[in-house]
Structure formats: C-alpha cells, structure tokens
C-alpha cells in the first residue's frame, strides 16, 4: 500500500516555467515532509523539507506549499532551468521515524 | 572522499552468482540503509543498521544479507538473485536512527541474467 501518492509521473517545462508536482498522504501521523532530487547516476539529495507547522517554505528557487487540513503538498520549481532537470521525490515520516514512505517520482524536464 | 560511496557502480551477475555491494560513509554517522530502487515505483527499504545493530529488515528475501562491520561500512551479499531482483541498490546514512535527514549514495545499477 502506497502512503505517498505523486503526480505526475513527469512533466515538461519551457525555461522559466514553474513545474508543480504534488503529492497527497493519508497517515494523519505523518509530520515531516522531506523533497529529494536525482540526477540521473546520482542517489537522491535532499532537497528542502517542511513540518506541518508552516504552510510554505522557499529555499532559493524552490519552494514547499503544504496543506494540513487536504492532506497534500507541494513543490514549485520557481524559474525553471534546464540544470533543474532531474527525478523529484516526495516523501513522508512520523514523529522522527528513520522510516520514509516515498512517492513513486516524478521526471521533469526543462527545455531551454 | 567525502560522503556516501558505493561500489561497484555497475553489476551484471547470473542467478547461480554470488557476489557483495559495498557501501561507506564518510559522514561520522551512526546509521546505515540499503534501498532498492526500481523504475516508477518509490523507493522501498530494505534493511537499517543503527551502531551496526540491525534494528529493521522490511520483509526481504534470504537471498539478500546484509552486513554491518562497523558505523561507516555496510555491505549487501547477494546469492541465486532472480530477475526481478534487478534494480538500483542505494546505501543511505543518518546521523543516528531517529533522524530524519539520510544522505545517500549513487547506488549500483544491478542486473540479473
């Protein structure tokens, strides 16, 4: 059963587009919401992550919108670049569990 | 070196094979992950080492055994591997298991003949 729903599976974007992917959740429990990018022959890096006490994070060009009460959230890709081309995860865990449920990815591409 | 390596980076082996993956951190970290990672599904854990102490083995088949030596090296011994076994294997590091933040490495790109 997957605790981590994202879509889409990818997308394509111009340069300077905003690529949005979302990512939905059912466990109630669930309190730290952690964004990871892979590019291709890289392991994951973590990227920026939220708790559920804030509606919105940014880090640079990348920003978390979160929503308690829907159960979802989101990451927006603020003036794409074709170097932010890469697999992006969404992930989950409860009360500082080592234990990540991760979303199934989603590939996005930037053209230039 | 810094962070998480693997080794090798790419692995072809038959079913009657056996062979190892290699991880190290060079993190200082107390806890150590295996993942696999397959194409289109999220990644799925395998096993967790805490003080080289595995305290999690998410339902993997005996064909996989883990090892952990010490904090900063975990090995994954792979014998009579099916098919679908085939897969990005990723080592993952926290700095002790009840934290959040894991640092991975570049996985090794396995494929079962």
């Known amino acids: 059963q997957q605790q981590v729903k994202q879509s889409p599976q990818s997308l394509i974007v111009q340069k300077g587009g905003i690529p949005i992917i979302n990512c939905a959740y059912e466990?109630?429990?669930?309190?730290?919401f952690p964004w990871y990018q892979q590019f291709p022959g890289k392991g994951p890096a973590l990227l920026i992550a939220i708790r559920p006490d804030v509606s919105e994070k940014k880090e640079g060009r990348f920003t978390i919108s979160f929503n308690k009460s829907a159960k979802q959230f989101s990451l927006h890709i603020m003036d794409s670049q074709p170097g932010d081309s890469a697999t992006y995860f969404c992930a989950a865990s409860a009360g500082g569990d080592y234990k990540l449920s991760f979303g199934a990815g989603t590939t996005v591409t930037v053209r230039a | 070196e810094t962070g998480v390596t693997q080794t090798p980076r790419h692995l072809v082996m038959g079913m009657t094979n056996k062979k190892s993956l290699k991880c190290e951190q060079h993190?200082?970290?107390?806890?150590m992950y295996w993942y696999k990672q397959s194409a289109k599904k999220p990644l799925e854990l395998m096993f967790v080492y805490n003080f080289k102490e595995q305290t999690e083995n998410n339902s993997v088949p005996s064909r996989f055994s883990p090892e952990c030596p010490n904090s900063s090296h975990l090995f994954l011994h792979l014998h009579t591997l099916q098919p679908e076994d085939s897969a990005l294997y990723l080592c993952a590091s926290s700095q002790d298991w009840g934290r959040d933040e894991q640092y991975f490495g570049p996985g090794t790109r396995l494929t079962v003949t």
């Open positions: 993190l200082g970290h107390n806890a």
């Open positions: 466990n109630t429990a669930f309190d730290y």
